[in-house]
C-alpha cells in the first residue's frame, strides 16, 4: 500500500518581506526621484559632479527615506474629557451685568455670591447683553493643567470657545445655593469665555464652602498661570431643539 507523502509545513519567519525598489511601492518612490533629477535640467557638467559625490547623495537620500518612512508622532493627549452637557433656558429680556453677579449671601437668595472681583466689575458692569435664545451648553473637565490658548485652541477656537456672560449664569444658576450638579462646587474652577469690546477674558466661578457663595474674577487669556487641572470648561454646542 502506498503512502501519500505529507507535504512539509512552510516555515517563515513572520517578519514582512522588505520592499525593495523592484517593487511596486519602491518603484513609485524611485520615479519620484527621477522626476525631480529631471527638473533640474543639469548639464554634461553638472550631472558629473553629482556622481562623483555619490557617496554624498546615498547619504542624503538614505536620510531623506529613513525621515519620510519614520511612523508619524503620536497625537498630544487631549486636554478636555467631556463631562456633561447643560441645557439654559431662554433669557428674553437684556441681561444686565451689574443686576446679577453682586455679592448677595441673603439665606433666601436662589444664586448666593461671596465676592465679585474689582476687575470683573470694572470690565462688565457697564455691559448689557442682548436677549439669548435657550442654548446648551458642554461641560468639559482639564486632564491636566494648561494655559487658557491651548484651551481654546481644543475647543474649536475662539469663535466656538466664546459664550455669554448671560449663559455662563444660566448654567450656574441651578447650581446657585451650591447644589451638586454639572459645575463643580468643591473648590475647584468652572471657567467660561467672555468677549467685550472684542477682547476674550476667562471668566472662573469657584464655591466658596466657607462663606456658602459663589467667588466670581476675571483673568486675561494671556495670563502666564495655568488652570488647574480637575477643573472645568463651559462651552457653548448648539441652540437646543
Known amino acids: 500500500m502506498t503512502m501519500a507523502r505529507k507535504k512539509k509545513p512552510l516555515i517563515t519567519s513572520g517578519a514582512p518581506r522588505p520592499v525593495t525598489a523592484r ?7 524611485i520615479s519620484v526621484v527621477e522626476a525631480a533629477y529631471n527638473e533640474l535640467l543639469l548639464d ?5 559632479r553629482v556622481n562623483e559625490r555619490g557617496d554624498e547623495l546615498r547619504a ?40 446679577h453677579f453682586v455679592k448677595n449671601l441673603a439665606p433666601d437668595a436662589a444664586m448666593k455670591i461671596a465676592w465679585v472681583s474689582e476687575d ?11 436677549a439669548i435664545p435657550e442654548m446648551k451648553y ?13 484651551i481654546i485652541k481644543e475647543l474649536g477656537g475662539k469663535e466656538k470657545a466664546t459664550i455669554m456672560l448671560g449663559g455662563f449664569w444660566g448654567a450656574l444658576k441651578p447650581q446657585g445655593r451650591g447644589q451638586s450638579g454639572a459645575l463643580r462646587t468643591d473648590g475647584y474652577w468652572n471657567i467660561g469665555y467672555v468677549e ?19 467667588y466670581v474674577r ?24
Request: aromatic content about 8%.
Open 218 to 241: 476675571v483673568y486675561s487669556v494671556t495670563h502666564p498661570s495655568e488652570w488647574d487641572a480637575g477643573s472645568q470648561v463651559v462651552s457653548r454646542m448648539v441652540a437646543a431643539a
Open 60 to 99: 542624503v537620500v538614505l536620510a531623506t527615506f529613513k525621515k519620510l518612512s519614520a511612523p508619524p508622532p503620536p497625537p498630544e493627549p487631549l486636554l478636555l474629557t467631556r463631562m456633561d452637557t447643560i441645557t439654559v433656558p431662554a433669557h428674553p429680556e437684556p441681561f444686565k451685568i451689574r443686576d
Open 138 to 150: 458642554a461641560v468639559d473637565k482639564l486632564v491636566k493643567g494648561s494655559l487658557d490658548t491651548p
Open 196 to 214: 467685550v469690546n472684542g477682547t476674550l477674558h476667562a471668566v472662573g466661578a469657584d464655591w466658596g464652602s466657607a462663606r456658602g457663595g459663589w
Open 44 to 48: 554634461d557638467v553638472a550631472a558629473q
Open 120 to 130: 470683573f466689575q470694572r470690565l462688565f458692569y457697564g455691559v448689557e447683553e442682548p
Open 23 to 29: 517593487d511596486p511601492k519602491g518603484m513609485q518612490a
